[in-house]
């Protein structure tokens, strides 16, 4: 089993800063890929950073030069700098990884999310 637990989340005014963090536990081989997506009320779930298995990473146009992804591969753990935080910002944090467990397994999970709400 693989388990993500996500911390950081909160409120902030606009044009603060915010910094979460995802941390992976569990019977793992290799994490490929680590992101970070967000769901706003009434909207489908959409892809805010990412690394991909080829080390790249991707973000989203609304959140270039604002966002920040990072890892820590000896922690398992990825991370997510936000900056210049705008009231559409505000939505519901997900972690995702996914990956190769032990026996060669392998698996994608998502964390149970965390709240960011930017207002003044």
């Known amino acids: 089993q693989v388990q993500l637990v996500e911390s950081g989340g909160g409120l902030v005014q606009p044009g603060g800063s915010l910094r979460l963090s995802c941390a992976v536990s569990?019977?793992?081989?290799?994490?490929?890929?680590m992101g970070w997506y967000r769901q706003a009320p009434g909207r489908q779930r959409e892809l805010v950073a990412a690394f991909s298995s080829a080390g790249t990473t991707n973000y989203a146009d609304s959140v270039k030069g604002r966002f920040t992804i990072s890892r820590d591969n000896a922690k398992n753990t990825v991370f997510l700098q936000m900056n210049s935080l705008k009231p559409e910002d505000t939505a519901v944090y997900y972690c995702n990884v996914g990956g190769v467990r032990r026996f060669g397994i392998p698996f994608n999970s998502w964390g149970q999310g965390t709240q960011v709400t930017v207002s003044s």
């Open positions: 569990g019977s793992i081989n290799t994490i490929n890929a």
